[in-house]
């Protein structure tokens, strides 16, 4: 591609390093934003910079949260015995979207991964520990993607939580659409979350 200008290069170059932006559609995003209003395209950078800026992790639950502590754990309304164990912050939004749980979260932050390096260590886990060694949670529900990476970190999280006196369940995981929670849809989702059976069961 050749540019008339290192500026709008540089802008494209930007765009074109988002995940699924190539350059033809960094080109069109370019050119759109330069044809808004100054206060528009302020508007967006501010929010992109507020956005690193101020974002947190809630320091229970490891969820993206505007506070030290995230909505969801704050709220008196969710069960603290019932935690769910996620990959990311988009898994939480699509079990959130299902309105059928109404316990608390455990976001790991990835998945176990020899192959790209990522270890236990690497992950959330410990926290999740923490949280089972305060004695007042009764359920795990492990619900990672249908892949190798979700396999291994499921059974490692199991071998892990047996010590405790929780029950540790995943969800059926076999409807997962493309084997990521994010994918499936809310009525799929929400049913499995429900029907969620023991760990031990499902391995047997
Ligand atoms: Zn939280």
Do not use: W
Not at 69 to 80: F, T
Not at 141 to 159: K, N, V
């Amino acid at each position: 591609m050749n540019f008339s200008s290192k500026l709008l290069q540089n802008a494209v170059e930007e765009f074109g390093r988002l995940p699924g932006v190539g350059k033809k559609t960094a080109l069109r995003l370019v050119l759109h934003l330069l044809k808004q209003q100054d206060a528009e395209v302020a508007r967006f950078t501010s929010s992109l910079n507020l956005l690193k800026e101020k974002i947190q992790y809630c320091k229970e639950c490891y969820n993206i949260s505007d506070e030290e502590v995230c909505e969801i754990c704050l709220s008196v309304k969710r069960d603290k015995s019932t935690i769910c164990v996620v990959e990311d912050t988009r898994d939480v939004m699509a079990i959130e979207n299902t309105n059928q749980y109404q316990g608390v979260y455990h976001v790991l932050g990835g998945l176990i991964s020899p192959m790209d390096g990522i270890g236990p260590s690497d992950l959330k886990i410990e926290g999740l520990i923490q949280r089972l060694r305060q004695g007042a949670v009764k359920e795990v529900i492990l619900a990672l993607s249908a892949t190798m990476e979700g396999d291994t970190t499921i059974f490692y999280l199991y071998r892990k939580l047996k010590e405790f006196d929780v029950q540790v369940s995943t969800i059926a995981r076999g409807i997962a659409f493309g084997g990521e929670l994010e994918y499936v849809d809310e009525i799929t989702l929400g049913r499995s979350i429900l029907t969620r059976v023991p760990y031990e069961r499902n391995v047997g």
